[in-house]
T-cell receptor, first 116, second 111 residues
Framework: GAGVSQSPSNKVTEKGKDVELRCDPI?????LYWYRQSLGQGLEFLIY????????KSGLPSDRFSAERTGGSVSTLTIQRTQQEDSAVYLC??????????????FGEGSWLTVV | SQQGEEDPQALSIQEGENATMNCSYK?????LQWYRQNSGRGLVHLIL?????REKHSGRLRVTLDTSKKSSSLLITASRAADTASYFC???????????FGKGTRLSVIA
């Protein structure tokens, strides 16, 4: 697609429910990143994919968080048993590739998650 | 942990004035990038400066990099109300690590 597309754009969920956030990267981009941004804060790295594999999962805050990417394209971030502290904007980004440092990464508009 | 730390946290200026934002970081880097975020929206890439560069320009933007001090600055000249946004620096460290973002500087340009 023309840009990184994320859905849903807004999600309100009850504490304890599971949520899935979807990211459709720019066509041809092999690297895909997930970041989290709490209100008024910077970006917290969660996970990145090179193709379908995730070499770096170090940022996932707990085992309630998981992500997958299939076909080298769409990625899904799943949060199980959501907690109020999970409320944040979840930003997805993609770039041509990760191995070559210096590639610009392009962000989606984010998925605003509110856990009530 | 945060790699880049922006300073100041917030900046308010009059339209037409210049805005300077600073970023400090801790480890060796391959490059440093600046991004802009309008309220509630995704980040937009502004400029990338490599570790062997000292200064770079793009339109009204001027970025400097001092690797000996592990710091960078972003200067926006002749600011406009439309420049109101949060500005983040992001460091691309050596090795296969992801971009690490600071907490950003919130810039308000008053018309």
């Amino acid at each position: 697609g023309a840009g990184v597309s994320q859905s849903p754009s807004n999600k309100v969920t009850e504490k304890g429910k599971d949520v899935e956030l979807r990211c459709d990267p720019i066509s041809g981009h092999t690297a895909l990143y997930w970041y989290r941004q709490s209100l008024g804060q910077g970006l917290e790295f969660l996970i990145y994919f090179q193709g379908n594999s995730a070499p770096d999962k170090s940022g996932l805050p707990s085992d309630r968080f998981s992500a997958e990417r299939t076909g080298g394209s769409v990625s899904t971030l799943t949060i199980q048993r959501t907690q109020q502290e999970d409320s944040a904007v979840y930003l997805c980004a993609s770039s041509l590739e990760r191995r070559t440092s210096g590639n610009t990464i392009y962000f989606g508009e984010g998925s605003w998650l509110t856990v009530v | 942990s945060q790699q880049g730390e922006e300073d100041p946290q917030a900046l308010s200026i009059q339209e037409g004035e210049n805005a300077t934002m600073n970023c400090s970081y801790k480890t060796s880097i391959n490059n440093l990038q600046w991004y802009r975020q309008n309220s509630g929206r995704g980040l937009v890439h502004l400029i990338l400066i490599r570790s062997n560069e000292r200064e770079k320009h793009s339109g009204r933007l001027r970025v400097t990099l001092d690797t000996s001090k592990k710091s960078s600055s972003l200067l926006i000249t002749a600011s406009r109300a439309a420049d109101t946004a949060s500005y983040f620096c992001a460091t691309d460290a050596r090795g296969n690590t992801p971009l690490v973002f600071g907490k950003g500087t919130r810039l308000s340009v008053i018309a």
